[in-house]
């Protein structure tokens, strides 16, 4: 039962690197999300997917990319990493588009920026 | 726009005391509600939903009515186990717009002392 897998678990960037933090579920969802978590602030949205070749922004989308091109696969790319994108990253995903089904979460991806 | 006002944490109580996590939101449309938990090191597992007024979410012994005259969904439960120590969010999905957008309240951190 893998549900939303998340990797890395814990990377450390310096400033200006980027990288590509990858999400995949096995439940044919179509919709996908990618949140931050902030001290004090729950989870925020980043960019999300309604389905393959479908991507649009949430609230804080500057600095981040996405892109969807399989319903399994939702990849996060940090293209410059900025200190003040140290946080804890969620993936998760949910069935059909009513928004009342519940969204399953993949266990995050601690990451700190030097 | 939407919005999620949490009860300031942190709560900490004696097993087997009564819990009261206080919610209400800001909303276009009928929102979704939500309680999500998160265990420590993990992702947000759902926790209950109410997707109209005056419905009753539950599971594990908690519940929560969705009051939309008090715009409000307080978490409750009767008699806390050490083992319901965790961080709990409120979120609602509304109905208009983007239907899957979660917003999260900042979340309560609970902790259950034996």
């Known amino acids: 039962n893998a549900g939303v897998t998340q990797t890395p678990k814990f990377q450390v960037l310096k400033t200006g690197q980027s990288m590509t933090l990858q999400c995949a579920q096995d439940?044919?969802?179509?919709?996908m999300s990618w949140y931050r978590q902030d001290p004090g602030m729950g989870l925020r949205l980043i960019h999300y997917s309604v389905g393959a070749g479908i991507t649009d922004q949430g609230e804080v989308p500057n600095g981040y990319n996405v892109s969807r091109s399989t319903t399994e696969d939702f990849p996060l790319r940090l293209l410059s990493a900025a200190p003040s994108q140290t946080s804890v990253y969620f993936c998760?995903?949910?069935?059909?588009?009513?928004?009342?089904?519940?969204?399953?979460f993949g266990d995050g991806t601690r990451l700190s920026i030097l | 726009g939407n919005s999620v006002t949490q009860m300031e944490g942190p709560v900490t109580l004696s097993e087997e005391a009564f819990l009261t996590i206080n919610c209400t939101y800001t909303?276009?449309?009928?929102?979704?509600l939500f309680w999500y938990v998160q265990y420590p090191g993990e992702g947000l597992q759902l926790l209950l939903k109410a997707t109209k007024a005056d419905d009753k979410g539950s599971n594990k012994g908690f519940e929560a009515t969705y009051r939309k005259e008090t715009t409000s969904f307080h978490l409750e439960k009767g008699s806390v186990q050490v083992s319901d120590s965790a961080v709990y969010f409120c979120a609602l999905t509304s109905s208009s717009g983007s239907a899957r957008q979660l917003t999260f309240g900042s979340g309560t951190q609970l902790t259950v002392l034996p």
């Open positions: 909303a276009t449309g009928y929102p979704s």
């Open positions: 998760a995903s949910s069935y059909g588009t009513s928004g009342n089904q519940p969204q399953h």
């Open positions: 439940m044919n969802h179509e919709y």
